[in-house]
């Protein structure tokens, strides 16, 4: 069955970086866009990226665009969220989810998510 | 950007009650609507794309309807299982999460 497993996640001061890892088994990782979606503590959820399946297409929500970067290596059935000049508010709970099609689509399967809490 | 608006924000109702959950997009989305279910501590699932598209293996009481601006998830006999936070999610551009609508028992 589809699994997805985080991490990278931990306590990092405002301004430095993270690069949250996201390793996938059990389907076919090359042929599905996959994403990242956040949500802070106590809040709702927050799409962050996708990176369509052939990794030629990218788009990231408004909040973190030009801050962060997805990536995926289809060799390794891995993708990444590499963060830079991190904020407070990046404080999240960072889920990564399978497309339900090579990338414009919906989320149909989730990993557990990794915290990645940004503080002096 | 398109905003969601979902409502109630809390809802609390008895064991096989019918709920309804309304979602209004900011503009027209056609029915590229979905529908997530995130119980306490875990991570979302899947029920409902295409604004009525059941996902394989949900159960058959969810149901979604609507087009253009207007959805509604309904459950039709609320369970214990059901209690969770449930979200729409447009993706007609991008990607956006309505705030969520926690469901309790009454």
């Known amino acids: 069955q589809v699994q997805l497993v985080e991490s990278g996640g931990g306590v990092v001061q405002p301004g430095r970086s993270l690069r949250l890892s996201c390793a996938a088994s059990g389907f076919s990782f090359s042929k599905y866009g996959m994403h990242w979606v956040r949500q802070a503590p106590g809040k709702g959820l927050e799409w962050v990226a996708v990176i369509y399946n052939d990794g030629n297409n990218e788009y990231y929500a408004d909040s973190v665009k030009g801050r962060f970067t997805i990536s995926r290596d289809n060799s390794k059935n891995t993708i990444h969220l590499q963060m830079n000049s991190l904020r407070a508010e990046d404080t999240a709970v960072y889920y990564c989810?399978?497309?339900?099609?090579?990338?414009?689509?919906?989320?149909?399967?989730w990993g557990q998510g990794t915290l990645v809490t940004v503080s002096s | 950007d398109i905003q969601m608006t979902q409502s109630p924000s809390t809802l609390s109702a008895s064991i096989g009650d019918r709920v309804t959950i309304t979602c209004r997009a900011s503009?027209?989305?056609?029915?590229?609507l979905a529908w997530y279910q995130q119980k306490p501590g875990k991570s979302p699932k899947l029920l409902i794309y295409?604004?009525?598209s059941l996902q394989s293996g949900v159960p058959s009481r969810f149901s979604g309807s609507g087009s253009g601006t207007e959805f509604t998830l309904t459950i039709s006999s609320l369970q214990p299982d059901d209690v969770a936070s449930y979200y729409c999610?447009?993706?007609?551009?991008?990607?956006?999460f309505g705030q969520g609508t926690k469901v309790e028992i009454k």
């Open positions: 295409e604004a009525s």
């Open positions: 999610q447009q993706y007609n551009r991008l990607w956006t």
């Open positions: 503009q027209s989305i056609s029915t590229w």
């Open positions: 989810a399978r497309d339900r099609t090579n990338g414009g689509n919906v989320h149909d399967d």
